[in-house]
């Protein structure tokens, strides 16, 4: 089924795959689960394998050709704000502030849009972690984009492989790898990552203050331009100070 679904979306190969050179990093969420190691400090900056969470995702960015991101901030901002200061010697920082009032993960992205200067651009949750595959994950995500049909193409790791995932999935993938949702009550074979490609055109007519992405998400599904490709490597949603634990030993096991 998956090398189905990948060779239905890889229409022209003949075209190499280039990484858009901004990605949006959400890292303005109050990190409630993540406490009591958020008391103090904001969940983007709480460490996995020695390293703080974001810049897991800096470097990962920078490694696939990322030259600029732009990180939204609300919760101790001050401290994500001279964090990311550093960071300006390898990458290309502007910041979204969000101190006045958290606007969720759409709105975020309507706050942050004049500041993304390329379309499509990646976005990106600051609390995941992965692991690539065979090849770059975002190399193989946008390689996979095709304007023409997409608006949104997410990352989506199936359920079995989704580590310290509570859930029962997210969504299902049709043959020729669009998106759907899963049904209520039952289960989905797939786990969105918090990673994915996105058209600027899906923010088209987008609601003023706090929403959540599945607004423009469901309005993509039900064109028929929300897509998915799998993740080929490891993927941890590290939500809890034991998912962080959780973490480090499948990391030392791999």
């Given at each position: 089924m998956t090398a189905t679904i990948h060779r239905a979306l890889r229409l022209r190969p003949d075209i190499p795959a280039e990484v858009?050179?901004?990605?949006?990093?959400?890292?303005?969420?109050?990190?409630?689960?993540?406490?009591?190691?958020?008391?103090?400090?904001?969940?983007?900056?709480?460490?996995?394998?020695?390293?703080?969470?974001?810049d897991h995702v800096l470097d990962r960015l920078r490694a696939a050709?990322?030259?600029?991101?732009?990180?939204?901030?609300?919760?101790?901002?001050?401290?994500?704000?001279?964090?990311?200061?550093?960071r300006c010697?390898?990458?290309?920082?502007?910041?979204?502030?969000?101190?006045?009032?958290?606007?969720?993960?759409?709105?975020g992205l309507v706050?942050?849009?004049p500041q993304i200067d390329c379309d499509p651009f990646i976005a990106v949750n600051s609390d995941n972690y992965w692991v690539d595959g065979p090849s770059?994950?975002?190399?193989?995500?946008?390689?996979?984009?095709?304007?023409?049909?997409?608006?949104?193409?997410?990352?989506?790791v199936p359920l079995a492989r989704a580590g310290n995932h509570n859930g029962v999935g997210d969504f299902h993938l049709d043959p020729g790898g669009r998106v759907r949702r899963r049904a209520k009550g039952r289960v989905a074979p797939f786990v969105y990552t918090g990673?994915?490609?996105?058209?600027?055109?899906?923010?088209d007519g987008a609601p003023d203050g706090p929403f959540s992405t599945n607004l423009l998400w469901d309005k993509a599904i039900l064109?028929?331009?929300?897509?998915?490709?799998?993740h080929q490597g490891l993927w941890f949603d590290v939500g809890t100070p034991?998912?962080?634990?959780?973490?480090?030993?499948?990391?030392?096991?791999?």
């Open positions: 858009p050179r901004t990605a949006m990093v959400m890292a303005a969420g109050l990190g409630k689960r993540m406490r009591p190691l958020t008391a103090t400090r904001p969940k983007p900056l709480v460490e996995v394998a020695g390293k703080p969470l974001l050709g990322v030259e600029r991101v732009v990180v939204n901030v609300h919760y101790l901002a001050d401290s994500l704000e001279a964090h990311l200061k550093a010697r390898d990458l290309d920082v502007a910041i979204s502030d969000e101190r006045e009032l958290l606007l969720e993960t759409g709105g706050r942050a849009l770059d994950t975002l190399k193989l995500l946008a390689s996979h984009w095709d304007s023409e049909r997409m608006d949104a193409l997410l990352l989506l990673i994915q490609l996105m058209a600027k055109r899906l923010l064109e028929g331009r929300c897509f998915g490709v799998v034991a998912a962080i634990t959780a973490t480090e030993q499948a990391l030392e096991r791999d």
